[in-house]
């Protein structure tokens, strides 16, 4: 598994700094956003280090595959009301002009109950 040192995700993944973990497997790791922005608000990660969405490639269809496959299950488990009259929001940051702050690939998952902080 590739992972960067210096990388605050890298190490959280790893244990290394602690999180609230909400999930974890071989290839992802899923902790709650230490300054939510809903009452549901956490971050899904791959342990494998890319620092974007604009590194990724063909080679990583099926670990995205599966985070993505993975978000409803887990909402639903933080408290995210059912679809359609609940839901989540997901959300990918991507470079400094789409917003990213953390340069590990992070998709946030947010809901619950209106009105949020921001969004
Ligand atoms: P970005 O702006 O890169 O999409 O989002 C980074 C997110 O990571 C922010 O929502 C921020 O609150 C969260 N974050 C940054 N550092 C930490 C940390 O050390 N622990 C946790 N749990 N979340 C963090
Ligand atoms: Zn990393």
Not at 21 to 46: G, N, R, S, T
Not at 100 to 107: A, S, Y
Request: charged fraction near 20%.
């Amino acid at each position: 598994m590739s992972t960067e040192p210096n990388c605050i995700f890298c190490k959280i993944a790893a244990g290394a700094i602690p999180s609230r973990k909400v999930y974890e497997d071989d290839e992802l790791f899923v902790f709650h956003d230490i300054a939510p922005w809903a009452p549901v608000h956490f971050l899904m990660v791959p342990k494998l280090h890319i620092a974007s969405m604009a590194q990724v490639g063909s080679e990583h269809e099926a670990l995205l595959g599966r985070m993505m496959a993975l978000a409803p299950r887990l909402a639903l488990e933080q408290g995210c009301k059912p679809y359609p009259e609940g839901g989540f929001r997901m959300v990918v940051n991507t470079g400094a002009e789409g917003g990213q702050e953390v340069h590990h690939l992070h998709v946030h998952v947010m809901g619950g109950p209106r009105p949020w902080l921001r969004g």
